[in-house]
């Protein structure tokens, strides 16, 4: 089938299977930021923004992306440098497998809510997962980020 | 230090913030050959006949194996250094299969879809053999999991396929029973857990192509390159020197690719079509198909006078390395070993352990590699010790841990040449406020709060076996590039050893390219596990650099024609020791490749005699609700004592990280199998690892020795972390309930049943 797709700010016009998930479209067109850490859409690993909101791409076929907007760390990479520096600073990151749908939600978080409680950060990932970092350093990077928000951009070191 | 012990920045911390393609799956070649295996819906069975005929029509399927196509010399898949002391009880596809899940055909075609196809079409029938489920009954049981005769092993472990035993060993010093019958008191415990996974985010997956030169290439997500190369070797029965192994970025590791899991299958597909093939995992096959920790029941006996002197402990450990062997004989020696030697008042101790077969999952390599379960259970009966005794469980562990400058008796006879535990203790107990919380304040709403303590070891490196090694050569432009076999997994290891050069050569990490592992172009190296990266190849990178900076100096002598001896390495530039002449580092660099004799690259390897343990202490405060049995953790302090902090963000990390995965198995991760040996626990739907609302606040300090023998005074830290939250939060858990609780997971349910239990049993007979 034929699906119409802004992925990233470019329309792109394709024929799929119609049990193509969503995922394995993004993949296919070189976003490879969106990664499978699960099938049963417990992890967060493949979040990506559907009309700008965050969703699980594993669990949603192209075809009802058809006609949609769909963005991946690909397309927000001045957000995603900005953000993940702060991460980095934590090196929080270690494998960074699962960073992309953490950084994806935790930017979808800010757009939300510019000014979470720790509850709301925490509730808002949850479900991301990590194993390795204990999710302490995510934390610590999230309010660091959102200092230097608060800040007008400036460093708060 | 101007590098090391500074917080510097992971070197590819920003591609990976970012989303950049470093994984194995974003670098595959785009024409791969999708591997699947068909796998055995029987715990044991052998196989009568596979008919793969109608699969094979299947449009895009390329080929499919079954047992008869393979070589018949049995291998192991445990990453370790030859020889394996793991048993060579592995076939790439076996007529015998001895679990729910092993491998009974490969099927490899042009897309997923086709194979999945094919999967399902495939006809097999078996001669179901009645299985051993329970590792209880796996002992010179009738039933044998490895009847066959070209079962093989290489080291004295113990082993004997005609007992389902994979390893058997005794060890003590002193006599333990006169010992624990002139004590005043003797607790006694036996402390069960399962075969966690390591449930690293990037399942197993290899990809693999044939070059120019007729060379399988190994593109895979592993730990032990090297050992990979030697393993496929083996398995496909071809020469090591037709084998290259590379690793790109690793999506975590934690021991589970300490294992060849994924890649026989693709690198058989490879080597017999030419065609480029990959293997991805699924999380179901990660879960019931891999490499987990070994399930272990330790029986503790610990023995002390009323004065609270420990003076004997004796421990046995049943361990289940399931269908294979693979890290069986090795990983239970920690559970005695490194937890034993916790306490250095013994006058006798005894160790005893047996290893043995059933048909589950093989087990392997997981973070604390046994520690793990041993400490889980010593440190368990020392804190029930302390309640017997009536004593305050930290005034009993001052009173006998293991100090600077003591031999050990249970860890080989080695001496603690830094050890700071005492430190650790003292500090995690302040910072959890020990004297005020313990044991435990009733909240007056059905909930009480209560604290838990534990101790913790691990070692460096696997004594007088591992080898690091580096390679260090200066470029042309005055920078280095320091090539490595080690596995940097997501821990940080190529900004580590990339930090120790800097802070030899005098230059910053940015000066440092690294890169590794590739079997062709790095130096050899053991691989990263055993805690062994930091301690051993942080050694070889610090003699490779103190022999490049002499060559760099004869090469500078003939520039500014004067002896080497004359000169001075200033980093940037080397110049005479009056400071009169000096030729820049560039120009040094410039010279090497216009007319030189000297090469400007220097590789060095280590191994050394000694393994020494970092020491840690956790301190842990929980909230329990009397009425659901659900724990929330509202601190946990954790002090580690690495030897010298190489990197302070990267350690406090791992500390972190090990100590959510150590919650998860004390709480949460469970493994059960059904009466038919089917996981249930097979997504993560239904084996929970924690989230961020589930691990609590986390604070982390070290408290460093220093390591004469490590490299700027480091031990290690990537195992040892996941050691204390078992024995701690058990111990909060009998602070808030009175019960222990010695299976894990300790869920809330049990908790609740538990303490719903001894009501009704408080009813029936009122004291």
């Known amino acids: 089938m034929k699906v119409k797709i802004v992925l990233n700010g470019k329309t792109r016009e394709d024929e799929i299977n119609s049990d193509q998930l969503l995922i394995d479209y993004v993949r296919s067109h070189g976003c490879y930021s969106v990664k499978r850490g699960c099938e049963t859409s417990n992890c967060g690993l493949c979040t990506v923004f559907l009309d700008g909101k965050p969703i699980l791409s594993c669990s949603l076929l192209t075809a009802r992306a058809d006609g949609h907007r769909v963005e991946t760390l690909e397309g927000l990479q001045k957000e ?19 960073n992309p749908g953490m950084i994806m939600n935790a930017i979808a978080l800010f757009r939300e809510n510019p000014d979470p409680s720790e509850e709301e950060i925490k509730e808002y990932l949850a479900g991301n997962l990590c194993r390795c970092s204990g999710y302490e350093g995510q934390l610590r990077a999230i309010k660091q980020f959102l200092e230097y928000r608060r800040r007008g951009g400036e460093s708060c070191e | 230090m101007r590098v090391v012990s500074q917080p510097v920045r992971k070197k590819d911390a920003m591609a990976l913030v970012t989303g950049k393609p470093v994984f194995m799956d974003d670098l595959a070649p785009k024409d791969c050959l999708i591997v699947k295996v068909l796998r055995s819906p029987h715990a044991n069975a052998n196989i009568l006949s596979v008919k793969t005929d109608v699969a094979l029509k299947v449009p895009g399927i390329e080929v499919i194996y079954t047992w008869e196509d393979v070589p018949q010399e049995r291998f192991t898949m445990a990453g370790q250094t030859y020889p394996e002391p793991s048993p060579q009880d592995r076939l790439i596809l076996d007529r015998h299969v001895r679990y729910v899940g092993d491998p009974v055909a490969i099927v490899a075609g042009e897309n997923e879809a086709c194979v999945d196809r094919a999967l399902r079409l495939i006809k097999v029938e078996y001669e179901v053999l009645p299985a051993i489920l329970d590792f209880h009954q796996a002992m010179d049981n009738p039933i044998l999991v490895h009847p066959e005769d070209n079962w093989v092993v290489l080291c004295p472990v113990g082993a004997d396929n005609q007992r389902n035993l994979c390893a058997s060993d005794e060890s003590h010093n002193g006599d333990v029973d006169a010992v624990l019958k002139d004590c005043d008191v003797v607790v006694e415990g036996t402390y069960h857990t399962k075969a966690n996974q390591q449930a690293m985010m990037e399942t197993f997956r290899t990809a693999c192509y044939m070059d120019a030169y007729g060379r399988l290439n190994i593109f895979s997500s592993t730990q032990i ?13 071809i020469p090591k020197s037709k084998i290259r192994v590379m690793k790109p970025r690793i999506g975590g590791g934690f021991g589970a690719k300490q294992t060849v899991v994924a890649e026989v299958f693709p690198a058989f597909v490879t080597w017999k079509t030419g065609k480029p093939s990959k293997m ?71 160790f005893a352990y047996d290893v043995v077969y059933t048909n589950v999952m093989s087990a392997g390599a997981y973070r604390g590699y046994g520690a793990t379960q041993g400490i889980f259970a010593v440190e368990s009966a020392v804190n029930e010790l302390a309640d017997r005794l009536g004593m305050d469980p930290v005034e009993l562990r001052e009173k006998n841990m293991v100090r600077e400058g003591q031999v050990m008796p249970a860890y080989y006879g080695e001496q603690t040449n830094s050890c700071a ?5 003292e500090r995690a107990a302040s910072m959890i406020g020990w004297k005020d919380k313990h044991p435990c304040r009733d909240m007056g709403n059905g909930k009480v709060r209560s604290v838990g303590i534990a101790m913790a070891m691990q070692g460096s490196g696997i004594a007088a076996v591992d080898v690091g090694s580096a390679t260090i050569k200066l470029n042309e432009d005055g920078s280095y590039t320091l090539l490595i076999a080690a596995a940097d997994m997501g821990t940080g290891c190529d900004t580590i050893l990339a930090q120790m050069a800097a802070e030899c050569m005098e230059c910053s990490v940015e000066d440092i390219a690294v890169l590794g592992a590739d079997t062709d172009s790095s130096p050899y190296d053991s691989g990263s596990y055993a805690s062994s990266t930091t301690y051993v190849t942080g050694k070889a990178v610090e003699r490779a650099c103190a022999q490049l900076k002499e060559r760099i100096l004869e090469v500078a002598g003939e520039m500014l024609e004067t002896s080497a001896e004359k000169l001075v390495f200033a980093g940037d530039r080397v110049e005479t020791l009056d400071q009169s002449a000096s030729v820049s580092l560039a120009e040094v660099g410039f ?39 659900h724990v929330e953790i509202l601190d946990y302090a954790a002090v580690v004592d690495c030897g010298t902090v190489v990197n302070p963000n990267l350690a406090r990390v791992q500390t972190e990280g090990g100590l959510a995965q150590g919650i998860g198995m004390t709480l949460y991760e469970d493994i059960q199998y059904d009466d038919k040996g089917r996981l249930r626990n097979n997504s993560f739907m239904q084996y929970k690892v924690p989230t961020r609302l589930d691990t609590g606040r986390m604070r982390v300090e070290f408290e460093s020795s220093y390591e004469e023998s490590g490299p700027f005074g480091a031990k290690s830290i990537g195992e040892i972390v996941i050691n204390t939250p078992a024995p701690a939060l058990a111990h909060a858990i009998f602070n808030a309930t009175g019960l222990w609780f010695k299976e894990l997971p300790i869920t809330s349910e049990k908790i609740a049943m538990g303490i719903l239990e001894r009501s009704k049993n408080a009813e029936k007979t009122p004291f």
Do not use: W
């Open chain 2, 225 to 237: 390159v090297f050992h990979v190369r030697r393993i496929l070797a083996k398995a496909l029965g």
């Open chain 2, 280 to 350: 991805i995992f699924t999380r179901e096959e990660s879960q019931v198909a891999s490499s987990p920790r070994h399930e272990m029941e330790v029986t503790v006996k610990v023995g002390a006078m009323k004065d609270g002197r420990i003076r004997a402990m004796d421990v046995y450990t049943l361990s289940n390395t399931g269908a294979y062997g693979e890290h069986g004989p090795t990983t239970v020696g920690l559970s005695g070993h490194k937890s034993i030697p916790l306490y250095g008042s013994l006058e006798a101790h005894r």
């Open chain 2, 591 to 629: 010279k090497s490749m216009v007319g030189n004799n000297h090469a400007l690259q220097v590789t060095e390897s280590n191994s050394s005699p000694l393994s020494p343990p970092p020491f840690m202490a956790g301190a842990v405060e929980i909230e329990l609700d009397k009425e659901t049995g």
């Open chain 1, 80 to 98: 995603a440098e900005e953000f993940g520096a702060f991460v980095a600073d934590q090196g929080a990151e270690q494998c960074g497998f699962c």
């Open chain 2, 421 to 425: 535990l005492d430190r650790c203790l």
